[in-house]
């Protein structure tokens, strides 16, 4: 017989040239681990998302010709030739199942052998036409149903990879891999793919509703810590505040006009250069008094730090001696470029390892000296990809391998980093923002933004579907720059309409941030900037071409701030639309922190897909264009130019009411609702009460 039992936790079954082991692994769950072999290759451990656990004891029957493992409410059958499935447990009902692609192969565990010991790996699954897949972290191409996507795993801006599925079939998978690859969700079959992997490794989950699925698989990757109350508020933000004295000066601006501010955000070129992690004395005298003059205002300062480091940084000479930093595989040791305060023009960057623990702790005590000395215990992990140019992983080795195998992983650990530093220096509640996240990133108190996205219509009707699939990954703190990060001209009337239905979504989002780099008539413009971000620096080969008047490049960081983008800096209509929005959000922070808390205990995001709340009700299930904010509030956005109404679909099993004028709507059908430019279409559920109107009856500001 094929298989063994080593302990009351596992099932083992050796092939003649493959192992597989079947553990429990959580309630509810089994954790799959497969090699070409004999043995199984050392698993992530604490560097991965499942939180190490002694495994959860199961129930084994071996019989004659296959072998079943049960754990609460799910099974896993196993046949002589090691073929699986996977089953519900009170019933037998077959959740997924492996099928091979062809009768004489590859199998449906395909294994090819790379010269550095490694393997590409394949793992196939059948397919059901009317299967409905959730998840994969945070995309752009629109959708929330995922089945028949291509979707590549590989981090990039804009691009976080989360490998879990939420299946309406009642489970969940993770994909256990931090290797570049793919997951193909065809009709025709169900294939993960990684590029470079030492084993095969997956955990699977059943539940009886997605919301119960989400509470397993959080609890399993670890859940998001409670949300600093502060962070539950308003963030201020753009690209860039040159000086201490720019950010007091909005801060009290924002104070002296009576409206809320709970975070503001000092973006990338406050230090010397990139990697000295600390303030620039000369422009940033005093960070200390800074922190504390926002504190005695009610507002947290969030500072960004990179994970990149100049060749004029303090730090470059001691990183290199010790071999903190990530080491290239194609001749120059720079894996990436951007532009900043010195020298001129493009500039090449090195990467600290963040999978290096001495490099996480170098990085820990520099955070310290520089940033938590002085008050400041937020932080914004830009680039956190890492933002590799060109984006090819296979340049960059690891300490714990080749970026091929390991560049998914980066922005875990990296948030580690972090997070480690911050508790070993006392702060109890985390709170980091990142571009990039990996599966239970969220238990390092990690918030992730949709990244660099377009001022555009078509960006923002996106963010919602990216929004939900990133809930339903278990990134629970998530929102997007309202405006888009790319451009706007601040007084355009069609960008004003569009920031303020942005800011509109923004206020009934997990984050509220209003970022981006706008146009400015005497500032240098984004498409001058983005012109220069598609230019390698003047040493790259490709550029060996052109005449050295061609490759000067003269921008640096110092100067250089985008146009106005705080709330008064768009006309006074938009003013006293956007004022109301804030005060709006204040009025919910009550209810906002109650769901933050939700999603701290069972895993449950604030920002919610209408089939989270109604599962049984089978219009929800492919609706990307509105969602539920906590259980009792609808919010369905206008992503429409020039709309004023709007259809909306409200679930069955409730009853609803229009939240500004109290109309009552039955559930179950579609309504067409009107949408004045200073409303967004909201519906309280059956009888709750929220204040979305103020106690004056006026929602726009008066400040």
């Known amino acids: 017989m094929p298989f063994s039992q080593p302990d009351t936790v596992s099932l083992t079954w050796n092939g003649p040239h493959e192992i597989l082991r079947i553990e429990g692994w959580g309630e509810d769950a089994l954790r799959i681990r497969t090699a070409p072999g004999r043995s199984l290759p050392e698993p992530l451990g604490p560097d991965g998302a499942l939180i190490a656990r002694a495994g959860s004891p199961v129930s084994i029957e071996i019989g004659a010709d296959r072998a079943i493992v049960r754990n609460g409410a799910i ?36 294994y090819e052998p790379r010269a550095d010991g490694r393997h590409r790996i394949e793992a196939s699954f059948a397919a059901d036409d009317e299967e409905r897949l959730y998840g994969l972290g945070q995309q752009q191409h629109g959708r929330l149903d995922l089945k028949g996507c291509v979707i590549d795993l590989v981090q990039r801006n804009t691009h976080v990879v989360v490998p879990f599925l939420l299946s309406s079939r009642g489970y969940g998978f993770l994909w256990h891999d931090p290797s570049v690859g793919r997951v193909e969700l065809g009709r025709n079959g169900t294939r993960w793919v990684a590029e470079a992997s030492a084993g095969m490794d997956y955990w699977i989950v059943a539940g009886s509703t997605p919301a119960t699925i989400l509470e397993r698989y959080t609890g399993a990757t670890g859940r998001v810590p409670m949300m600093p109350d502060r962070a539950v508020g308003f963030w201020q933000s753009k690209l860039r505040y040159r000086s201490q004295a720019e950010v007091l000066a909005v801060a009290r601006e924002h104070v002296g006009r009576g409206l809320p501010l709970g975070v503001i955000v000092v973006d990338a070129g406050h230090w010397p250069v990139m990697g000295d992690w600390r303030f620039d004395p000369e422009r940033w005298p005093d960070p200390g008094a800074m922190a504390r003059e926002l504190d005695a205002l009610g507002v947290d ?27 290239t595989t194609r001749g120059d040791p720079h894996p990436t470029w951007l532009f900043d305060n010195r020298p001129d023009g493009p500039v090449r960057l090195h990467l600290y390892d963040a999978t290096d623990p001495a490099a996480r ?3 820990g005590d520099r955070l310290r000296d520089g940033y938590l000395r002085r008050g400041i215990r937020r932080f914004w992990l830009d680039a956190n990809e890492p933002e590799i140019k060109p984006l090819e992983p296979d340049r960059v080795e690891y300490h714990l391998g080749p970026g091929l195998a390991l560049h998914n992983l ?35 108190g990690a918030a992730v933004w949709s990244g660099d996205v377009d001022s555009s219509w078509e960006a923002l009707r996106a963010q919602v579907p990216a929004g939900l699939n990133a809930g339903l990954s278990g990134i629970a703190w998530w929102g997007s720059d309202i405006g888009g990060f790319k451009g706007g001209d601040a007084a355009d009337p069609g960008f004003r309409e569009l920031l303020i239905r942005w800011f509109q979504f923004g206020t009934l989002c997990p984050l509220f941030r209003l970022h981006g780099l706008r146009r400015s008539e005497d500032e240098f413009v984004f498409d001058d900037l983005a012109d220069l971000a598609e230019t390698p620096p003047a040493s790259d080969p490709a550029r060996s071409g052109e005449s ?41 922070r009550p209810y906002l922190l109650a769901q933050m808390r939700a999603a701290h205990e069972c895993g449950l995001p604030p920002m919610r897909a209408l089939f989270l709340e109604f599962p049984s009700d089978p219009a929800t299930h492919d609706i990307r264009d509105a969602y539920m904010l906590g259980p009792d509030l609808l919010v369905a956005p206008i992503l429409q130019p020039g709309a004023t109404e709007r259809e909306v679909y409200l679930p069955a099993g409730a009853e609803w009411r229009e939240a500004w004028t109290g109309a009552e709507l039955p559930g179950g059908g579609t309504s067409i609702v009107t949408a004045p430019l200073e409303r967004i279409p909201l519906f309280l559920r059956d009888d709750a009460r929220l204040p979305i109107v103020a106690a004056n009856g006026q929602h726009r500001s008066r400040a």
């Open 548 to 588: 050295p008047e061609a490759r000067r490049r003269p921008f640096n960081l110092v100067d250089f701030t985008g146009g106005p983008n705080e709330v008064w800096s768009f006309g006074d209509e938009a003013y006293q639309i956007l004022g109301g929005f804030l005060q709006l959000r204040e009025r919910l």
């Open 301 to 327: 300062v969030m500072v960004s730090v990179w994970p990149t480091v100049n060749d004029l940084s303090e730090n470059l000479a001691e990183l290199q001696a010790r071999g903190l930093l990530a080491r």
């Open 75 to 110: 099974a896993a059958e196993i046949d002589l030739d090691g073929a699986l499935r996977f089953l519900a447990a009170d019933d037998g009902r077959v959740l997924l199942a492996e099928e091979p692609r062809h009768f004489v192969g590859p199998l449906a565990r395909h």
């Open 410 to 444: 980066y922005p875990h650990l990296h948030a580690r980093a972090v997070h480690d530093a911050l508790v070993e220096a006392g702060v109890t509640d985390v709170l980091t923002l990142g571009r990039s996240a990996w599966a239970g990133s969220q238990r390092y």
């Open 361 to 363: 702790a170098f990085l």
